[in-house]
């Protein structure tokens, strides 16, 4: 099993600032990476699908990068609404396997 | 436009069963490969479980093995989840899952509560 790892756990940002967000995969899952934000008592919301390719309706400020092992997930200005938990999710083998969160609070 | 929509989930004694069902529409459901994902309250993510196109591959944790099954009717479109054995810890939302090329589709979820 693929062990994916989100740092930070948490991340504390003012609004309009800029965040950056990492997700490490222990072994590669090529460009097979997703990226998903979720508020509580919601579903995950897909945000970036193929480590960079935002899903449709999302915004510019979200983008992705990083291939095999490494994966980024950037923010470019935080606007009220962003602030929530955010996974990373490898489905380039079964089983699939996510992250455990990286949390995005308000400084 | 793609839709799932589970349904199924309740409360129910451990030792007990329930089935959960996720209804498809917006694509070709027999050529997809479908997935059940949990979330326990306040946790993250789990696979629980996934099934191939055709229904001739099978995946489960260790944690559900011999527990849960999955199946899928590909003449009604429907992917189900039979949960026997239930057990606390498996009080979750689950969602059904469809990966396809251009994104991956989640379904709103249907909270399974294990409890006395």
């Known amino acids: 099993e693929i062990v994916m790892t989100q740092s930070p756990a948490t991340l504390s940002v003012s609004p309009g600032d800029g965040a950056t967000l990492s997700c490490r995969a222990s072994?590669?899952?090529?460009?097979?990476l997703a990226w998903y934000q979720q508020k509580p008592g919601q579903a995950p919301r897909l945000l970036i699908y193929?480590?960079?390719t935002r899903a449709t309706g999302i915004p510019a400020r979200f983008s992705g990068s990083g291939s095999g092992t490494e994966f980024t997930l950037t923010i470019s200005s935080l606007q009220s609404e962003d602030f929530a938990i955010y996974y990373c999710?490898?489905?380039?083998?079964?089983?699939?396997?996510f992250g455990q969160g990286t949390k995005v609070e308000i400084k | 436009e793609v839709q799932l929509v589970e349904s199924g989930g309740g409360l129910v004694q451990p030792g007990g069963s329930l089935r959960l069902s996720c209804s498809a529409s917006?694509?070709?459901?027999?050529?997809?490969?479908m997935h059940w994902v949990r979330q326990a309250p306040g946790k993250g993510l789990e696979h629980a479980s996934a099934?191939?196109?055709?229904?001739?591959?099978?995946y489960y944790p260790d944690s559900v093995k011999g527990r849960f099954t999955i199946s899928r009717d590909n003449s009604k479109n429907t992917l189900y989840l039979q949960m026997s054995s239930l057990r606390p810890e498996d009080t979750a939302v689950y969602y059904c899952?469809?990966?396809?090329?251009?994104?991956?589709?989640w379904g709103q979820g249907t909270l399974v509560t294990v409890s006395s």
């Open positions: 899952v469809r990966r396809s090329l251009a994104a991956i589709y």
């Open positions: 917006g694509f070709t459901f027999s050529s997809s490969g």
């Open positions: 099934i191939s196109g055709d229904g001739g591959t099978t």
């Open positions: 072994q590669s899952v090529s460009s097979n």
């Open positions: 193929g480590a960079s």
């Open positions: 999710h490898q489905y380039n083998n079964w089983p699939w396997t």
